[in-house]
Nanobody
Framework: QVQLVESGGGLVQPGGSLRLSCAAS????????MGWYRQAPGKQRELVAV???????NYADSVKGRFSISRDRAKNTVVLQMNSLKPEDTAVYYC????????????????WGQGTQVTVSS
């Protein structure tokens, strides 16, 4: 069992940065592939970044070069650093854990956080 709690959302101006954190509990956290999803009103959920238990990363084209995902095994956290934010990045961001990138892409995570709101607006 893994419990996930996101933090770090808020209001930021276009071009600004935010750092989202996902704190995980559970002894098996290090074995999971972790992902950050987002969902804007009226839009489908989008997987924006993934990091495997081995540290390999993948990003959606919409955030490549602007977002960076990392994990701290000692602290059981996954961080999404978001730079050069745009109004279209506005969404609720969710952290999720799953057995592989394939599963996160196809069906979503086995465990989910409650989400944190990110609003990019002037």
């Amino acid at each position: 069992q893994v419990q996930l709690v996101e933090s770090g959302g808020g209001l930021v101006q276009p071009g600004g940065s935010l750092r989202l954190s996902c704190a995980a509990s559970g002894s098996t956290f290090s074995m999971y592939t972790m992902g950050w999803y987002r969902q804007a009103p009226g839009k489908q959920r989008e997987l924006v970044a993934v990091i495997t238990h081995g540290g390999s990363t993948n990003y959606a084209d919409s955030v490549k070069g602007r977002f960076s995902i990392s994990r701290d095994r000692a602290k059981n956290t996954v961080v999404l650093q978001m730079n050069s934010l745009k109004p279209e990045d506005t969404a609720v961001y969710y952290c999720a854990a799953g057995p592989s990138t394939t599963v996160l892409v196809s069906t979503g995570g086995d465990y989910w956080g409650q989400g944190t709101q990110v609003t990019v607006s002037s």
